[in-house]
């Protein structure tokens, strides 16, 4: 089971930054809306569970840890 970590927004945007993308192209590969990527950052809503594993999915496809947002050694 997934479990929501209360620093998600956080860690969303430390992805973005670790791959420099906008929240349009972190939305895009997502396969979410950019209003989607936004409220996350800003903490007004948290993902659904298929929205955060697709998170992960994404996270470990690129090498980056999903529960810090950076680079996995």
Known sequence: MIRQPENFPEQVKEVRRQLGLSQ??????L?????TVNRWENGKTMPSKLA????VSFCMD??????TGTGKP
């Open 52 to 55: 955060q594993r697709q998170f």
């Open 31 to 35: 396969g979410v809306s950019f209003a």
């Open 62 to 67: 690129k090498n980056i840890d999903p529960t």
């Open 24 to 29: 349009e192209e972190l939305a895009h590969a």
